[in-house]
């Protein structure tokens, strides 16, 4: 046992700073421990600190520490101290000494810490290269050609796999998406092989980090009653509530009680979904903490990686209490190297960034080069907008108005959701999908990813009075996603359903998305009819609500061959994702069509088989005639169905053939 270190005093006078602006920045990195069987190196940011000490425990949770070391202040307000032998096994944390800040400072693992014990309290001193699995050197990322190829699928790891119709033997697990060969009672592909069989390119995983809100001491396989909801540690969450940004969420591993456990299973996950050919995107939220008191940015360094209002107050524009300062330096580069640490340690794919307008343009554009340098097409894209009113200025906001000056970043397209289904503000109004006219633009504008496009009266779409994408590739076409009710719930909310129309409308939502120029993102569970009882926002409702009942995909699989046949339909024609703005402009155009139908043509994409294509969109209760150009067409989608046999129709240009009601038709030559 290390013996308790005397409490000296650094030898080095703290500076004065006028406010943290004044604060320096560390010469190196942010990493604060480095392991070695000789020796193991401690330092952490804390420019204002009168004095900062190490503290070692034997385990995550004994409330005697085995040693605790004064650190040395450097000239750029880093501490350091070096421990001679093998500390491997063993846990720290650190503890500031800072008089002129109002928070009472508690122990903390720092801002970086790759590996923690149970919930996330201590920092842990393991050999990274320990936690890599078998093969992990050999791991590649699937071949990807660029965004204009994406189609996505988000995901939760607990709610795919929770529900024991999944078939999995690690339920809500890291490792539920290493099983191969896992069903439904009824016999249909369920985890990574329902994944490989719908045809995505990518999983988009809900946030993955370590999260607050969890107890892990209640996580186990076993640890879910579907009855009452409980999940693990009683309680549920999604994870957006951020505590340790750089090391696994313990309750989505098998042993949260062992730190390298839950990295190497995380490993294991993302190393079988490149196996079976898809990337994985994670979901990131840098835009606030869940506990300001508790965060480790408060412990470490107080005051400074947050924004306040003039007053002196927390900045919200998150809506959860604060607001971090992406626009300060060392908040800068903590989320540039969190981001190079997934990528090279985890071979994470790409990014989505919760409140991504909450950052400012600058932070966002350095992510994009960092991403760009690795040259492995690596996505990054979040919401374009904020919770509430920021503390920089509108101009620097990382929003969708300002996506045209972040080139290869991309946007969700609230646009075209909303016009499909209604207002994200009420969830009982329908749209396009409830036959309402008004909305055929604001589709238009989606369909050619947000562009400006000649065709395109932007004056008439429903948010923006502008083009916000350089490049289609810079809009994200959806019609649901996790924070916001299924597909399935708005649907029978906002539309007096007749028998029949549920799926009708789910497959006609669905081939706007997948035909539309911009990235394709689809909700998990979308292609089997999920629903979440009409809950909006489900981020703490129990595993009842927001579990996958796998027999749905028994029940609705005309539905889910729908969207793995539109999938592979658009993964076939690069007419549907030509990738260029100027290629859009000048190939697709739209065709004249009365309220409530949306019709366009694509002629001479290149490098398509199709020469010529149209689709039309009719959400009307009754069909529409449509008259065809001279040529010869053939019926590719028609009347919900993706056509197993050619049928051509030829004429002279007054040939017409009837779309369905609420279907979608695509015909080509």
Same mark, same amino acid.
């Given at each position: 046992?290390?013996?308790?270190?005397?409490?000296?005093?650094?030898?080095?006078?703290?500076?004065?700073?006028?406010?943290?602006?004044?604060?320096?920045?560390?010469?190196?990195?942010?990493?604060?421990?480095?392991?070695?069987?000789?020796?193991?190196?401690?330092?952490?940011?804390?420019?204002?600190?009168?004095?900062?000490?190490?503290?070692?425990?034997?385990?995550?949770?004994?409330?005697?520490?085995?040693?605790?070391?004064?650190?040395?202040?450097?000239?750029?307000?880093?501490?350091?101290?070096?421990?001679?032998?093998?500390?491997?096994?063993?846990?720290?944390?650190?503890?500031?000494?800072?008089?002129?800040?109002?928070?009472?400072?508690?122990?903390?693992?720092?801002?970086?810490?790759?590996?923690?014990?149970?919930?996330?309290?201590?920092?842990?001193?393991?050999?990274?290269?320990?936690?890599?699995?078998?093969?992990?050197?050999?791991?590649?990322?699937?071949?990807?050609?660029?965004?204009?190829?994406?189609?996505?699928?988000?995901?939760?790891?607990?709610?795919?796999?929770?529900?024991?119709?999944?078939?999995?033997?690690?339920?809500?697990?890291?490792?539920?998406?290493?099983?191969?060969?896992?069903?439904?009672?009824?016999?249909?592909?369920?985890?990574?092989?329902?994944?490989?069989?719908?045809?995505?390119?990518?999983?988009?995983?809900?946030?993955?980090?370590?999260?607050?809100?969890?107890?892990?001491?209640?996580?186990?396989?076993?640890?879910?009653?579907?009855?009452?909801?409980?999940?693990?540690?009683?309680?549920?969450?999604?994870?957006?509530?951020?505590?340790?940004?750089?090391?696994?969420?313990?309750?989505?591993?098998?042993?949260?009680?062992?730190?390298?456990?839950?990295?190497?299973?995380?490993?294991?996950?993302?190393?079988?979904?490149?196996?079976?050919?898809?990337?994985?995107?994670?979901?990131?939220?840098?835009?606030?903490?869940?506990?300001?008191?508790?965060?480790?940015?408060?412990?470490?360094?107080?005051?400074?990686?947050?924004?306040?209002?003039?007053?002196?107050?927390?900045?919200?524009?998150?809506?959860?209490?604060?607001?971090?300062?992406?626009?300060?330096?060392?908040?800068?580069?903590?989320?540039?190297?969190?981001?190079?640490?997934?990528?090279?340690?985890?071979?994470?794919?790409?990014?989505?960034?919760?409140?991504?307008?909450?950052?400012?343009?600058?932070?966002?554009?350095?992510?994009?080069?960092?991403?760009?340098?690795?040259?492995?097409?690596?996505?990054?894209?979040?919401?374009?907008?904020?919770?509430?009113?920021?503390?920089?200025?509108?101009?620097?906001?990382?929003?969708?108005?300002?996506?045209?000056?972040?080139?290869?970043?991309?946007?969700?397209?609230?646009?075209?959701?909303?016009?499909?289904?209604?207002?994200?503000?009420?969830?009982?109004?329908?749209?396009?999908?409830?036959?309402?006219?008004?909305?055929?633009?604001?589709?238009?504008?989606?369909?050619?990813?947000?562009?400006?496009?000649?065709?395109?009266?932007?004056?008439?779409?429903?948010?923006?009075?502008?083009?916000?994408?350089?490049?289609?590739?810079?809009?994200?076409?959806?019609?649901?996603?996790?924070?916001?009710?299924?597909?399935?719930?708005?649907? *029978?909310? =906002?539309? $007096? %359903?007749?028998?029949?129309? /549920?799926?009708? &409308? @789910?497959?006609?939502?669905?081939?706007?998305?997948?035909?539309?120029?911009?990235?394709?993102?689809?909700?998990?569970?979308?292609?089997?009819?999920?629903?979440?009882?009409?809950?909006?926002?489900?981020?703490?409702?129990?595993?009842?609500?927001?579990?996958?009942?796998?027999?749905?995909?028994?029940?609705?699989?005309?539905?889910?061959?729908?969207?793995?046949?539109?999938?592979?339909?658009?993964?076939?024609?690069?007419?549907?994702? *030509?990738? =260029?703005? $100027? %290629?859009?402009?000048?190939? /697709?155009?739209? &065709? @004249?069509?009365?309220?409530?139908?949306?019709?366009?043509?694509?002629?001479?994409?290149?490098?398509?088989?199709?020469?010529?294509?149209?689709?039309?969109?009719?959400?009307?209760?009754?069909?529409?005639?449509?008259?065809?150009?001279?040529?010869?067409?053939?019926?590719?989608?028609?009347?919900?169905?993706?056509?197993?046999?050619?049928?051509?129709?030829?004429?002279?240009?007054?040939?017409?053939?009837?779309?369905?009601?609420?279907?979608?038709?695509?015909?080509?030559?």
């Amino acid at each position: 046992m290390v013996l308790l270190a005397t409490l000296v005093s650094c030898s080095t006078e703290k500076p004065q700073y006028a406010s943290v602006d004044e604060y320096p920045s560390p010469k190196g990195s942010l990493n604060e421990m480095t392991y070695s069987p000789k020796q193991t190196q401690f330092q952490v940011w804390s420019p204002n600190a009168e004095a900062v000490y190490l503290n070692l425990y034997a385990d995550a949770v004994s409330a005697e520490a085995l040693s605790r070391t004064p650190m040395k202040r450097q000239k750029d307000g880093t501490w350091t101290v070096s421990l001679d032998g093998d500390h491997q096994g063993q846990f720290y944390t650190f503890s500031v000494t800072d008089n002129s800040t109002q928070w009472q400072l508690q122990e903390t693992p720092g801002i970086f810490a790759k590996a923690v014990g149970i919930n996330g309290r201590r920092g842990a001193i393991i050999d990274l290269r320990a936690t890599d699995p078998e093969g992990w050197a050999e791991d590649r990322r699937p071949a990807f050609a660029g965004a204009q190829d994406a189609i996505i699928y988000e995901m939760h790891h607990r709610d795919m796999t929770i529900h024991p119709s999944a078939g999995v033997a690690h339920p809500g697990k890291f490792l539920a998406y290493t099983e191969e060969g896992t069903t439904s009672p009824e016999g249909l592909a369920t985890g990574i092989d329902h994944l490989k069989e719908l045809g995505i390119t990518h999983v988009q995983i809900l946030p993955s980090y370590d999260f607050g809100s969890i107890d892990e001491n209640g996580a186990s396989d076993e640890a879910t009653v579907l009855e009452s909801g409980a999940a693990a540690g009683g309680s549920y969450n999604w994870g957006y509530d951020p505590l340790n940004y750089n090391t696994p969420e313990g309750s989505y591993s098998t042993d949260p009680t062992d730190p390298a456990c839950r990295i190497r299973e995380m490993k294991q996950m993302i190393q079988a979904l490149h196996k079976a050919g898809i990337r994985v995107i994670m979901d990131v939220v840098y835009n606030h903490t869940y506990d300001v008191a508790a965060s480790n940015f408060t412990n470490t360094c107080p005051g400074y990686f947050y924004r306040t209002t003039p007053e002196g107050n927390l900045g919200n524009a998150s809506g959860c209490g604060n607001e971090t300062a992406s626009d300060r330096p060392v908040m800068r580069q903590f989320i540039l190297e969190s981001i190079r640490y997934w990528v090279e340690e985890y071979h994470v794919d790409g990014f989505r960034f919760d409140l991504m307008g909450i950052h400012d343009v600058e932070t966002m554009n350095a992510v994009r080069k960092y991403l760009d340098e690795k040259g492995e097409n690596l996505l990054l894209y979040g919401e374009g907008w904020t919770a509430g009113s920021t503390q920089i200025p509108a101009e620097q906001c990382a929003v969708k108005v300002n996506v045209p000056s972040m080139p290869g970043i991309g946007a969700f397209c609230d646009d075209m959701r909303d016009a499909l289904r209604g207002p994200f503000s009420d969830d009982h109004q329908g749209a396009f999908l409830a036959g309402l006219p008004g909305n055929e633009e604001s589709i238009r504008f989606g369909i050619a990813g947000c562009i400006d496009h000649p065709e395109i009266e932007v004056t008439k779409v429903n948010y923006s009075k502008a083009a916000w994408c350089a490049e289609p590739t810079q809009c994200l076409a959806y019609v649901s996603c996790h924070d916001d009710m299924m597909l399935t719930d708005r649907l *029978m909310a =906002s539309v $007096d %359903l007749k028998p029949g129309e /549920l799926e009708r &409308l @789910d497959k006609l939502a669905q081939s706007a998305v997948l035909t539309s120029q911009g990235m394709a993102f689809i909700w998990c569970g979308e292609e089997i009819a999920r629903n979440k009882k009409g809950v909006h926002n489900s981020f703490c409702s129990p595993d009842s609500i927001n579990a996958i009942d796998w027999s749905l995909k028994a029940k609705n699989i005309d539905l889910f061959n729908y969207y793995k046949g539109m999938i592979a339909l658009r993964k076939a024609h690069p007419a549907f994702h *030509m990738g =260029s703005a $100027d %290629l859009v402009r000048e190939h /697709l155009h739209f &065709l @004249d069509t009365p309220d409530c139908v949306v019709a366009y043509r694509i002629t001479d994409a290149p490098n398509d088989e199709w020469k010529d294509v149209i689709v039309v969109l009719n959400a009307l209760r009754e069909e529409y005639r449509f008259t065809l150009p001279a040529g010869s067409w053939t019926i590719a989608v028609g009347d919900g169905r993706i056509a197993k046999e050619p049928f051509t129709i030829t004429g002279d240009g007054s040939a017409q053939i009837d779309v369905p009601a609420q279907s979608a038709l695509i015909v080509h030559q």
